[in-house]
């Protein structure tokens, strides 16, 4: 039987990007919207979107990560310098260990000290901020040209996409899934079931920080620089993956969260190059982009609590 609510939800936020296309194309139809600056903008929003794919596994078991800004920047600098001698491979596995490594420790932190999530990854954010800033010399990193291929397309959406799709396996078709979804729902009812709950919150991190190392091999190799961060200025990469967990979350009873990050991703994108090709000031930019995380977490509430009522 087809779900006609499902299938108007799914309408709806496809809708969500063109309607925002629309306004800003009609007011600036010669400055946005162009083919090539769309594909620019989507090539752009695969780096948070990326991460937003891991962050999910976390987030819906009501745990946060304040440490991924500054998780990418560290992956970044040491998958760097790993590829002067290493290459590619340098490259890849040392910036995904390294992500992989820094959710295992935010991981066991959490479930050893037994404090808030935010209070432990906002702690650990500074350190991992200063060991950036003590690996890179200081000074801003650059890329070798040599290594650079996995920032320009095709090589840069492939990665995204594979890392997409292997997000969407983890989150429908594991254990895994299964058991963050179940403990995000019901933790004491997960735990008196069997389900080890603070082995998988562990194990989410882990998928959380993997997932913040691609993002950091793609950043480094699209930007082709890296410079550390200090003073939590890092805290700033969080808030993108975060709304498009929050669109992930409020609509995954009508759609695969994963496929609602990635259009939620793209349309907040759409929204800011719109407002700056408007010439928006930036502070304004900041206030709209909070005012949409604002929206999308009511709606989030919203929708959790009409499912406890029924």
């Known amino acids: 039987m087809i779900n006609k609510k499902k299938i108007a939800s799914m309408i709806l936020l496809l809708c969500v990007p063109a309607v925002v296309y629309f306004v800003f194309f009609m007011l600036q139809p010669a400055r946005f919207g162009s083919v090539n600056s769309l594909f620019i903008l989507f090539q752009q929003c695969l780096l948070p979107t990326v991460t937003a794919c891991g962050y999910y596994f976390i987030i819906t078991m009501g745990l946060f990560d304040f440490s991924i800004g500054s998780n990418i920047v560290l992956s970044s600098i040491v998958g760097g310098l790993l590829s002067i001698r290493f290459g590619y491979m340098g490259l890849f596995l040392g910036g995904i260990a390294v992500g992989a490594l820094i959710g295992l420790i935010n991981g066991l932190m959490f479930v050893k000290l037994r404090i808030s999530s935010i209070i432990v990854t906002v702690g650990m954010m500074m350190l991992y901020e200063c060991l950036g800033l003590f690996i890179s010399g200081g000074g801003i990193f650059t890329l070798d040209k040599s290594v650079k291929l996995f920032g320009t397309a095709p090589y840069n959406v492939i990665v995204s996409i594979l890392a997409m799709g292997l997000s969407y396996i983890l989150i429908d078709h594991t254990r895994v899934g299964v058991?963050?979804?179940?403990?995000?729902?019901?933790?004491?009812?997960?735990?008196?079931?069997?389900?080890?709950?603070?082995?998988?919150?562990?194990?989410?991190?882990?998928?959380?920080?993997?997932?913040?190392?691609?993002?950091?091999?793609?950043?480094?190799?699209?930007?082709?620089?890296?410079?550390?961060?200090?003073?939590?200025?890092?805290?700033?990469?969080?808030?993108?993956?975060?709304?498009?967990?929050?669109?992930?979350?409020?609509?995954?009873?009508?759609?695969?969260?994963?496929?609602?990050?990635?259009?939620?991703?793209?349309?907040?994108?759409?929204?800011?190059?719109?407002?700056?090709?408007?010439?928006?000031?930036?502070?304004?930019?900041k206030m709209v982009t909070g005012l949409f995380l604002l929206l999308i977490v009511g709606f989030t509430t919203r929708t959790s609590k009409a499912r406890v009522v029924k």
Request: with cysteine; net charge positive; aromatic share 8%.
């Open 179 to 285: 058991y963050v979804k179940s403990i995000g729902s019901n933790e004491s009812i997960s735990r008196d079931m069997g389900i080890r709950v603070d082995k998988y919150k562990v194990v989410g991190f882990v998928i959380c920080g993997l997932f913040a190392g691609i993002a950091g091999v793609l950043t480094i190799s699209y930007s082709s620089s890296i410079s550390p961060m200090l003073n939590m200025n890092s805290m700033e990469r969080n808030f993108m993956p975060m709304m498009g967990c929050f669109v992930g979350m409020a609509l995954k009873k009508y759609i695969n969260p994963i496929i609602a990050i990635v259009i939620g991703e793209f349309t907040i994108s759409l929204l800011i190059n719109g407002l700056m090709t408007n010439g928006i000031d930036a502070t304004l930019q």
